[in-house]
């Protein structure tokens, strides 16, 4: 078992930034791929970013490369999301999941853990 609490989340301005954090406990922490998903409302929860167990190997959605940053500290137990240059699309919940495996997963199927989420809100 796995539990994930995000934070860092907030309101901010178009073109600000912000890093969301992703801090677990549980079951061995670094043998798990993460993910970073949104969920914006009335809409279906999408893939951001993933990384796999030794942090070596990241994917981005297209609509954040470039602007985001996917990272992980296995000795804090820690996973983050920098996001530049945000944009008011961007406006979601944000979730941290974890994957029973070691690899970077792009569907939300793969992840068997998850957050309760934190709120980006960014305006014009």
């Known amino acids: 078992q796995v539990q994930l609490v995000e934070s860092g989340g907030g309101l901010v301005q178009a073109g600000d930034s912000l890093r969301l954090s992703c801090s677990a406990s549980?079951?061995?922490?670094?043998?798990?791929?993460m993910g970073w998903f949104r969920q914006a409302p009335g809409k279906e929860r999408d893939f951001v970013a993933a990384?796999?167990?030794?942090?070596?190997?990241?994917i981005y959605a297209d609509s954040v490369k470039g602007r985001f940053t996917i990272s992980r500290d296995n000795d804090k137990n820690m996973v983050f999301l920098q996001m530049n240059g945000l944009k008011p699309e961007d406006t979601a919940v944000y979730y941290c999941?974890?994957?029973?495996?070691?690899?970077?997963?792009?569907?939300?199927?793969?992840?068997?853990?998850w957050g309760q989420g934190t709120q980006v809100t960014v305006s014009i």
């Open positions: 990384i796999n167990w030794r942090g070596g190997s990241t």
């Open positions: 999941a974890a994957t029973p495996g070691v690899g970077v997963l792009a569907s939300s199927r793969g992840y068997g853990y």
């Open positions: 549980g079951r061995a922490f670094s043998r798990n791929g």
